[in-house]
């Protein structure tokens, strides 16, 4: 009895969470389970392996279950939907109940036996500390080179300082959890949120290897929506760009006005004007469009936002367990 309670109270208080988005990812949880696994148990075995299946279309859920079955550190959380990378990770990390919380692709391209790193540099006293891309294997030329600049450009237009080449693989104290789960935005940038909480933030770098089984489910256009998200919620720099733009043609459209002014009644020409009308109309036009775009681009956030819609359903899970 005495030896069953003292069981409980160990296995209550939980040193690691580990948080694992699953979106199509059938043929890797094998794989993944037994590295996972072995990864953590090396550092504890007060753990939690919570598996969100962002609706996956897939035998996703039922490898989950499979696994939950046969082992109590699996908690699983099922979406009604495919809502996302972002979502899946706040699902996970909402629901996570341990001292630290991993998140970690899972894909094995975030190789697990990486937490332990993590974890040792954590226990020196950080808040957050993140693994940084020292290399890229195997990845497109064209991925690798936008994603580069697009880390580059954020840096430079955000206030806030956003770890280059870093995904969302990393360790999270409890504080930083509970304040990442207070942040209600709808269109979420995990890795933007945890830099703008602040606390003390450091890194290890580590090898991002090839992808082994499956295919990214990134799209392109997934990945703009991504890159949109964090420029917004960070930056006002393009908006700023529109009122310069606004500013700068305004001056000119000023100039043009009184030189046309000046023609018609001092110089008493007729301006045979198609050509500069249509130069200034399209010109205007354009940028106008694009100011108005820009300004579309938050606005459809801000309305995200007064929805207050949750970011994701949740169908099912064994949480109580
Ligand atoms: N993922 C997800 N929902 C999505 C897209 C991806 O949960 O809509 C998961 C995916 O299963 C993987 C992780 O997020 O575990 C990273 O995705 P992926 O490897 O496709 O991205 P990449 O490494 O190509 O950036
Ligand atoms: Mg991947």
Redesign the pocket.
């Known amino acids: 009895m005495t030896a069953h309670l003292q069981n409980n109270t160990t296995t209550n208080t939980i040193a690691i969470s580990v948080v694992?988005?699953?979106?199509?990812?059938e043929a890797t949880i094998p794989e993944l389970y037994t590295r996972l696994t072995n990864s953590i148990q090396a550092i504890t075995n007060n753990y939690e392996l919570i598996w969100?299946n962002?609706g996956s279309a897939d035998d996703t859920l039922g490898q989950m279950k499979k696994y939950a079955a046969q082992d109590s550190h699996i908690k699983y959380i099922s979406f009604s939907r495919?809502f996302?990378?972002q979502s899946?990770i706040s699902a996970g990390i909402e629901n996570a109940i341990g001292n630290a919380v991993v998140i970690i692709?899972?894909?094995l391209?975030d190789p697990p036996e990486v937490i332990a790193d993590l974890y040792a540099k954590f226990n020196e006293g950080y808040h957050v500390v993140y693994a940084k891309r020292a290399k890229r294997d195997g990845e497109t030329w064209f991925k690798k080179y936008t994603a580069k600049t697009f880390y580059r450009v954020l840096k430079n237009i955000t206030s806030i300082d956003i770890p280059v080449d870093t995904g969302d693989f990393r360790i999270i104290s409890k504080e930083i959890k509970q304040h990442l789960t207070a942040m209600d935005e709808k269109n979420k940038f995990i890795r933007g949120q945890i830099a703008w909480l602040g606390y003390k933030q450091t890194f290890i770098e580590y090898d991002r290897h090839e992808?082994q089984l499956g295919e990214?489910?990134?799209t392109v256009r997934?990945m703009i929506r991504f890159a949109l998200d964090g420029i917004t919620s960070f930056s006002n720099f393009p908006l700023q760009i529109a009122t310069f733009l606004g500013f700068f043609f305004s001056v000119i459209a000023f100039l043009v006005i009184l030189y046309a002014l000046y023609s018609k009644f001092i110089l008493n020409e007729v301006v045979n004007g198609w050509t500069s009308i249509m130069v200034a109309t399209m010109f205007l036009g354009g940028v106008q469009l694009l100011c108005v775009g820009i300004i579309g681009e938050y606005i459809s956030r801000i309305a995200n936002d007064v929805k207050k819609r949750p970011s994701f359903i949740i169908e099912e899970n064994n949480l109580d367990n």
């Open positions: 694992v988005p699953l979106y199509n990812e969100v962002d495919n996302g990378h899946a692709d899972g894909d391209q992808r990214t489910k990134f997934k």
